[in-house]
């Protein structure tokens, strides 16, 4: 299986944007769901957006509005608008099998960071 691979991370003041791309090659979107997460320091990792079986795009309450996850062919994008501080992290890319969280890949991660 080919690796996830994300790239865009970077630093950023408050109020800015960022753009992650996770390569999805090979993990068909009608085979695989997809989605990304995100681990700050001192806090467990937790999901940010998902894009289920039937398409429909789940977001943290933290950062809907502001974020805006999509799929086309062999790339994951996250967009991320309005950034906050506490948007810092390591963000990862997740491929789900038949969308079992029982059958995860995992990206190497991309940090993000937001300053004041």
């Known amino acids: 299986q080919e690796p996830l691979v994300e790239s865009g991370g970077g630093s950023v003041q408050a109020g800015g944007s960022l753009r992650l791309s996770c390569m999805t090659s090979?993990?068909?979107?009608?085979?695989?769901?997809t989605g990304w997460f995100r681990q700050s320091p001192g806090k467990a990792r937790e999901m940010v957006a998902y894009k289920d079986s039937r398409s429909h795009r789940q977001y943290a309450d933290s950062v809907r509005g502001r974020f805006t996850v999509s799929h086309t062919k062999e790339t994951l994008t996250l967009q991320m608008n309005n950034l906050k501080p506490e948007d810092s992290g390591t963000y990862f890319c997740v491929a789900d099998e038949y969308c079992s969280d029982q059958r995860r890949s995992w990206g190497q991660g991309t940090q993000v960071t937001v300053s004041t």
């Open positions: 090979g993990y068909a979107s009608n085979k695989y769901c």
